[in-house]
């Protein structure tokens, strides 16, 4: 069969999908694959929700498309009014988007564009994290502190700053306690924007739970509490990324509603659609948009496809399941399941080194030696490895390289729907270790 696709490989033609059923994705061989990962974290409601597709088909027959630059549509003002419904803090207004890169792309050019409208012209700079990632549009890679994502188009990518993680299993002192090294970590925050003239510095980005480059880590109990605070103190705005970490991942339909706090704007994609539809969307404050409504009285910025009419019915139908069918305590009864089969399976492999994560999103980080955390050589390819056989053995996993610096250091995420059950818990956990077992021998 010809082939014309530009594909992520050159070297490899992978199997083609044609159904989807509940947590299994099955190729044109019938083959049948659990979705352990919901691709990359987004098919939180699996691949078959009659209620979701039964929204798609009638927007479909009542209007497909309507641009934004004449009309707004009833999907996006629906979705706009439940998100803001249970959205934290003073978050007031949804933008919509096709994507994550997109949403973040518009969340720096949003706030940007405040500092203008308040008078301050001057802050432009941005802080984040290394070993962040934040999509892969020019802005939003600049922002990321992904080393090897980054190099390729460093001549073409803003300036940003980059502080530590909050990552507590290789950053932790022996003495320290997790709240003593999250306000340690959080004040190289606060010496940053010291050392840059907090009259320059325009936002903070961080990841509400870190996702695809580190690996599920969470923040440590107060770290991103100190971060609000430092944010304030400086009139800084804290951007959170939810887009991998939110709608429900967690067990909250915000992350960072477990950790007691809200941002100025929130980027969140990914599970917003579930898979059905491209969508995501940036949640602004009250005071934000206000400001623009007061100054030049138009966010300067804008896609052809934003709002659109059937990908906010999906989204609508998706946030909808989420909450309606109690599928947040789902979350975190079934994550609380799966991180301990994890831990019965792996918490004594000689090569796992840690297992973390919130609810349905969870990691475990493989290590050469359990005692010095020392990685295994990026030669031995284990996060290739272990992808690859657990993808033959029926598992859809998300292994990633380069998880301490961009180089060094592999770890495999999890991310199933939120509908798995039980029995496939032990099924994902069985074939992660036919992976396992590929990748490091044992």
Not at 322 to 341: E, H, K, N, P, Y
Request: aromatic share 6%; hydrophobic share 40%.
């Amino acid at each position: 069969m010809p082939n014309h696709v530009l594909g992520r490989s050159s070297r490899a033609t992978p199997p083609v999908a044609v159904q989807g059923e509940g947590c299994y994705l099955i190729d044109a061989a019938g083959k049948r694959y659990l979705d352990g990962s919901g691709g990359a974290a987004v098919s939180c409601l699996g691949h078959s929700d009659p209620e979701v597709r039964a929204a798609l088909h009638a927007q479909l027959d009542r209007l497909a498309f309507a641009h934004t630059g004449f009309f707004t549509s009833e999907p996006a003002e629906a979705l706009a009014d439940l998100l803001i419904a249970q959205a934290p803090g003073t978050l007031d207004r949804v933008y919509l988007v096709s994507g994550g890169s997109e949403a973040m792309e518009a969340a720096l050019k949003l706030a940007r564009q405040y500092m203008l409208e308040t008078g301050r012209p001057g802050r432009h700079r941005v802080i984040a994290r290394r070993q962040s990632y934040h999509g892969n549009t020019l802005g939003a890679l600049a922002t990321g502190g992904n080393a090897w994502r980054r190099e390729p188009y460093a001549p073409l990518l803003v300036e940003t700053s980059h502080i530590a993680p909050c990552y507590a299993y290789r950053d932790r002192h022996p003495d320290e306690t997790p709240e003593a090294y999250g306000r340690r970590v959080a004040d190289e925050l606060e010496a940053e924007i010291l050392r840059l003239g907090p009259e320059t510095v325009m936002a903070f980005v961080a990841e509400t739970v870190a996702g695809a480059t580190l690996g599920a880590v969470p923040p440590v109990p107060g770290y991103l509490a100190r971060i609000r605070e430092i944010c304030d103190r400086h009139g800084v705005l804290l951007i959170l990324d939810e887009v991998m970490c939110g709608m429900g991942r967690t067990g909250h339909l915000y992350a960072c509603a477990e950790d007691g706090v809200a941002p100025d704007i929130l980027a969140i994609a990914k599970g917003l659609g579930a898979g059905y539809q491209p969508v995501g969307a940036i949640l602004c404050t009250k005071a934000i948009h206000e400001a623009i409504a007061a100054g030049s009285g138009a966010f300067q910025h804008g896609h052809t496809y934003q709002g659109h009419p059937m990908a906010a019915a999906a989204g609508h139908a998706v946030v909808s399941a989420i909450l309606d069918r109690g599928l947040l305590a789902r979350v975190q009864t079934m994550g609380a399941t799966l991180d301990a089969a994890l831990r019965d399976a792996f918490g004594q492999h000689p090569h796992v080194g840690d297992i973390r994560g919130r609810g349905l999103f969870r990691a475990l980080e493989l290590v050469e030696d359990r005692e010095t955390k020392a990685p295994f050589a990026p030669t031995r390819g284990v996060n290739r490895t272990l992808k690859a056989a657990a993808f033959e053995a029926g598992l859809i996993c998300y292994p990633m390289g380069g998880t301490l610096d961009g180089a060094r250091g592999d770890h495999v995420l999890l991310a199933p729907p939120f509908i798995l059950e039980e029995a496939q818990v032990g099924e994902l956990v069985e074939k992660l270790a036919v992976g396992l077992r590929a990748a490091t021998g044992v």
